[in-house]
C-alpha cells in the first residue's frame, strides 16, 4: 500500500484581527473545512485538507478577513502512470 | 466521548429531506406551498441553502427546452447522439415540459433567468434544440429566505448514514453531528433522499458528491439501475486545475495533430469519449502530451463556455469566476505556462431507481437531483449530470423536486405515524460509532486516495476490459476488507470521512459490478473487449440489488414498443 501523507493542503488564511465572528464562512463551508472557537468567538480553518477552494469563504466574508490559497498541483490520481504508459507523458 | 455518543438527539417530521442543495431546497418550497400544513424538516452535512456547493459546480446554468422549441427534436437529438437509447422517453419528455415550469417557479421566487433583450431566453445558436441560460449565484440564499419564511425546519452539520425501515417501508433515517458526534434519529411518514451523485473525492469542485444517500439507498434495500455509467470526464490542465469545458476542438499531439479529427465528429454538443480515448491512445503511442492551444478555444466550440458564463450581468457569479481565474494565474505550479491537458475524472453515479414520481422501489422513499438521475433513466448512456448537456444538472434537481412533491405529499398526509424500530436504530448507532473504537490505525485521507486511484484513471475508467474491471473490483474489495483498520483518531469530521470511503468504495464496486455485467460498448461505456453497441440483447437496464451483503443483477427491459423513437 502506497502513503501519500507528504502532500501540502490549501492554505486557508482567516486574519483573526478582521473576524468578527459572524460564523458566516463557517455556515458556507460545505466541505467542514471551517470551524467556529466559541472561546474566543473567531472562525479557523480546522481542515484545510478537505477544502475545494471555492473560494466561497472569502466572497461571503464581511469584513474581507479570508484568503484562501491553492497549493496547485492538488491530489489527484494520475491519470498516465509511468508504469502503464511506458513511451510517453515523458517530456524531451 | 463514550458520554457524547449516549446523547441522542430525535426530531419527528411529515416530510424528512436528506441533503439541502437545490433539489431538497425546492421541493421543501413546492411541498409547503402545496401544503402548508405539512411538517418539513431539511437535514445537510453542512448548513442548508448557504452551502455553495451546487451554485458553484453548476456555474449558474440552467436548460430549458422552452415553448418555441420542439419537445420531439430534443428527444430525438438525445437519443442519437448522447443517450443511444438508454433514456427512458416519457421521462425526457416530462423533463422538457416542467423545466418551463421551473422557470416560472424560480421567476416567482425572485431568481431571474437571464434573457435576451428581446425578453426570450438566452441560447446558444450551435445548440439549437434547447436553451441555455442561467441564474445568479445567489439563488441558492433566495431559496434559503423562502424556506425559512415557510417554516422549514433545517438541522444542519448532521451526517445522515442509514435509512431506516420498518416492514419495508422507509421511516427516516440516523447520522450523526459531524461537530459534536451527537447520534441523530430522524424519524418521518415520508423521506426523500437530494444527497447527490458519487464523485470519489477526486475533482476539487465535485468533491462534495460523495455518494452517501445512493449507499443508504441501496443497503436499505432500494433498487439501482445504469451504475455501470458512473465516468464522466472534463479535460483539464493539472499545473493549474483549470478545467477547459468545450475544449475538445483544440487540442493536439506532440506532433501538431488535432485530436478532434481523428477521435470526435464536429459539433459535438459537449466532451464525447472519443476525445478522451484518443488522448489516452496517444500517449500510449507516444504523441503525448497532449496541449491545449487556447487560441482556438472559441474555434468549434458549441459551448464557447468561457463566454457563455459571462455574457449576463450576474454579480455574484462573475465574482466567484474572476476570483477562481485570478488564483490560477497567481497560484498554479511552474509549468502552467505550458498547456499540458488530460482527462479530469468527474463521476457522477446517480444511480437510485426511479419511476416517474421519483419514488424508489421502498416504500415512503423517494430520491431526487443528482442522488437519482441515472437511475430514473433521464442520462441514457452517459453519467448524469450534466449527461453531456450543460445546464442540465441544475435544471434536472429542480425538475425533479417538481416531479415528486405531490406524490411525496399526498403520502405523508394520509400517511399514519412513523414507527421507528428500536432494534435496528441501536443497530445503526453501534455501526456507525464502531470504526472510532481503532484509536490509532490507517490514515482514513490516504485510503480514500487508493480508492480515487482504482476508480479514476482512463485505463480503469474510461477503456474498460474485464482483466482491468476485475483488477479494480479487487483493489476495491481490499480497501473494504481493511476499512476496521481505518482510524478517525477519535475526531468525528474524520468518522465522517471514515463512512465515505465506506459509501464511495460501495458505489465503487456496484459501478464495476454493473460495467462487468454490460458486454458490449454504448455511449460512456467503453469495452475493449465488447466494442460493438448491440441493440439485440442490450437494449435493457441493468438493475443492481442488495441481497444479503451480495450484489444481486438483474434486468429492466426498456419499453421500446411504447417509445416514440426506436433505434434504426
Redesign the interface.
Known amino acids: 500500500?502506497?502513503?501519500?501523507?507528504n502532500y501540502t493542503a490549501h492554505v486557508i488564511k482567516i486574519d483573526i484581527e478582521k473576524c468578527i465572528g459572524c460564523k458566516?464562512c463557517y455556515?458556507?463551508?460545505?466541505?467542514?473545512v471551517i470551524?467556529f472557537d466559541d472561546k474566543s468567538k473567531k472562525a479557523f480553518a480546522?481542515?484545510p485538507?478537505?477544502c475545494?477552494?471555492?473560494?466561497?469563504c472569502?466572497?461571503i466574508c464581511p469584513v474581507k478577513a479570508i484568503e484562501?490559497?491553492?497549493?496547485?498541483?492538488?491530489?489527484?490520481?494520475?491519470?498516465?502512470?509511468k508504469e502503464?504508459?511506458p513511451?510517453?507523458?515523458i517530456?524531451k | 466521548m463514550a458520554n457524547v455518543e449516549n446523547i441522542e438527539q430525535q426530531y419527528s417530521s411529515d416530510i424528512l429531506i436528506i441533503g439541502g442543495g437545490i433539489a431538497g431546497l425546492v421541493a421543501a418550497i413546492k411541498m409547503k406551498e402545496y401544503d402548508s400544513t405539512l411538517d418539513v424538516l431539511i437535514v445537510d452535512k453542512a448548513t442548508t441553502g448557504l452551502s455553495g456547493s451546487k451554485a458553484n459546480k453548476g456555474a449558474g446554468v440552467l436548460q430549458v427546452i422552452p415553448e418555441n422549441k420542439d419537445v420531439d427534436e430534443f428527444i430525438e437529438y438525445n437519443l442519437k447522439n448522447i443517450g443511444h437509447y438508454l433514456n427512458d422517453q416519457d421521462l425526457m419528455r416530462k423533463y422538457a415540459y416542467t423545466s418551463r415550469e421551473v422557470v416560472k417557479d424560480l421567476e416567482r421566487w425572485g431568481i431571474p433567468c437571464m434573457r435576451e433583450e428581446d425578453g426570450s431566453l438566452s441560447g446558444l445558436e450551435a445548440l439549437p434544440h434547447w436553451c441555455l441560460t442561467a441564474i445568479d449565484l445567489d439563488f441558492m440564499f433566495k431559496l434559503h429566505k423562502i424556506a425559512n419564511q415557510l417554516g422549514i425546519k433545517m438541522v444542519n452539520k448532521t451526517q445522515t448514514v442509514e435509512v431506516l425501515t420498518n416492514d419495508n417501508r422507509a421511516v427516516g433515517c440516523v447520522g450523526f453531528n459531524i461537530i459534536s458526534g451527537e447520534y441523530a434519529v430522524f424519524k418521518a411518514k415520508a423521506t426523500v433522499l437530494a444527497t447527490g451523485s458519487c464523485n470519489w473525492d477526486v475533482a476539487h469542485m465535485w468533491r462534495s458528491g460523495r455518494g452517501d444517500g445512493i449507499a443508504a439507498a441501496y443497503r436499505a434495500g432500494a433498487e439501482l439501475r445504469n451504475a455501470e455509467y458512473a465516468n464522466f470526464h472534463n479535460v483539464f490542465l493539472p499545473a493549474g486545475m483549470s478545467v477547459q469545458v468545450g475544449s475538445q476542438y483544440s487540442l493536439y499531439n506532440k506532433k501538431g495533430e488535432r485530436l478532434s479529427d481523428k477521435y470526435c465528429k464536429e459539433n459535438e454538443c459537449d466532451f464525447d469519449i472519443g476525445i478522451f480515448l484518443g488522448m489516452e491512445k496517444e500517449v500510449m503511442e507516444g504523441n503525448g502530451p497532449i496541449v491545449w492551444e487556447e487560441s482556438e478555444f472559441f474555434n468549434n466550440n458549441p459551448l464557447a463556455a468561457g463566454g457563455l458564463l459571462f455574457k449576463w450581468n450576474r454579480p455574484w457569479a462573475d465574482n466567484f469566476h474572476w476570483r477562481e481565474m485570478g488564483k490560477e494565474e497567481k497560484y498554479s505550479s511552474d509549468n502552467r505556462w505550458k498547456p499540458i491537458a488530460e482527462p479530469l475524472f468527474i463521476g457522477e453515479l446517480s444511480a437510485v431507481k426511479t419511476d416517474h414520481n421519483m419514488k424508489t422501489t421502498i416504500e415512503g422513499l423517494w430520491a431526487i437531483g443528482d442522488t437519482s438521475r441515472g437511475g430514473a433513466g433521464m442520462s441514457g448512456a452517459v453519467a448524469g449530470p450534466p449527461a453531456r448537456m450543460r445546464g442540465s444538472g441544475l435544471m434536472w434537481a429542480a425538475v425533479s423536486s417538481l416531479l415528486c412533491y405531490e406524490d411525496v405529499a399526498k403520502t405523508a398526509k394520509v400517511s399514519a405515524e412513523a414507527e421507528i424500530d428500536a432494534v435496528q436504530v441501536a443497530k445503526f448507532k453501534e455501526e456507525i460509532y464502531a470504526p472510532m473504537k481503532c484509536e490509532k490505525g490507517l490514515d482514513v485521507r490516504d485510503n480514500i486516495h487508493n480508492l480515487k486511484e482504482t476508480v479514476a484513471p482512463p485505463r480503469f475508467s474510461l477503456r474498460k476490459n474485464a482483466d482491468r474491471i476485475d483488477e479494480a473490483l479487487d483493489m476495491i474489495h481490499e480497501i473494504q476488507n481493511r476499512l476496521p483498520t481505518i482510524s478517525p483518531q477519535n475526531d468525528y469530521h474524520l468518522l465522517g470521512q471514515w463512512h465515505d470511503l465506506k459509501n464511495m468504495a460501495l458505489c465503487g464496486e456496484l459501478v464495476f459490478t454493473a460495467a462487468m455485467d454490460r458486454t458490449e460498448s454504448r455511449g460512456w461505456h467503453v469495452r475493449e473487449d465488447y466494442p460493438e453497441r448491440d441493440d439485440k440483447n442490450w437494449l435493457k437496464w441493468i438493475v443492481l440489488k442488495n441481497d444479503n451483503g451480495k450484489i444481486a443483477i438483474s434486468y429492466d427491459d426498456i419499453p421500446m414498443d411504447q417509445y416514440k423513437f426506436k433505434p434504426e
Not at chain 1, 475545494?52 to 466561497?56: G, K, M
Open positions: 500500500m502506497k502513503y501519500h501523507s458566516k455556515h458556507t463551508c460545505h466541505m467542514d470551524r480546522k481542515y485538507e478537505e475545494c477552494t471555492c473560494n466561497w472569502e466572497i484562501v490559497i491553492p497549493r496547485n498541483p492538488w491530489r489527484m490520481p494520475v491519470a498516465f502512470p502503464f504508459y513511451k510517453s507523458y517530456e
